[in-house]
């Protein structure tokens, strides 16, 4: 199973927006049936993980350990999660982990497990280190997000001694979203001010690191989940 970027991409106008402004959305991005058959593949996967974090430790909890927690637990940890807001950094949200871009396939008729490598593959990669002016990416990690009514992420810059992250990346894979329903991508400024953008589909953010930013909660009016595969796209050390 592979993935075809599409043809469209005007990338001298992407890299003079990048450049000015430190993000670029580049949309459509894939061919529109790969795009299409990427989101059924996540609307169709069980195995999902919510991740959370409590300061600095990070929280996978299986689909089966929420299910066998009672009404009680489950509040209880709603109220530390918010309580984790108020001051700090604090996330939640469903993911699926994908194999770096840089390391051997597994055999496996998962699509989107292939996004990494082709991010990292040399024709992508030369797209994207031209759009992005940083001539030494070498590879593209990533994870698959779902975002559901109450989940976030609070503000961050992604910079993280030795990882080499170049630019940060959100494949947004929402065919229908509406501003009011939260789950923005939102760049904040020494200011206090934000710019924000909604998620759509078939479309890639790319934004440079280190840069302020983070996603909105998502509302309780929302009709589907915030479907996205994230991640970096980083150097060798």
């Not at 709603?78 to 699926?96: H, I, K, N, P």
């Not at 979203?177 to 953008?197: A, K, P, Q």
């Amino acid at each position: 199973m592979t993935l075809t970027l599409t043809g469209d991409i005007d990338v001298a106008a992407a890299r003079t927006a990048f450049a000015r402004d430190g993000h670029v959305r580049l949309t459509p991005f894939l061919a529109e049936s790969d795009a299409i058959a990427c989101l059924a593949e996540m609307k169709a996967r069980d195995d999902w993980v919510q991740v959370l974090n409590s300061g600095d430790k990070v929280f996978d909890l299986p689909r089966e350990s929420r299910a066998a927690m009672t009404p009680q637990q489950r509040e209880a940890l709603d109220q530390a999660v918010l309580a984790g807001a108020r001051e700090g950094f604090q996330y939640r949200y469903e993911a699926l982990r994908l194999p770096d871009g840089n390391l051997p396939m597994s055999a496996g008729d998962s699509l989107i497990a292939t996004w990494p490598t082709f991010l990292s593959s040399d024709p992508v990669r030369d797209l994207l280190r031209v759009v992005t002016g940083a001539d030494d990416i070498s590879f593209a990690d990533g994870q698959a997000t779902a975002y559901s009514p109450g989940d976030f992420l609070t503000g961050h810059d992604d910079a993280v001694p030795g990882k080499q992250r170049r630019a940060a990346y959100v494949f947004s894979l929402n065919p229908m979203w509406r501003v009011e329903w939260g789950g923005l991508l939102l760049f904040h400024d020494d200011s206090n001010r934000v710019r924000g953008i909604a998620p759509a589909f078939n479309s890639l953010d790319i934004f440079a690191v280190p840069q302020m930013h983070s996603v909105s909660m998502v509302t309780g009016s929302v009709p589907n989940r915030r479907y996205s595969i994230t991640g970096w796209l980083r150097a060798i050390a």
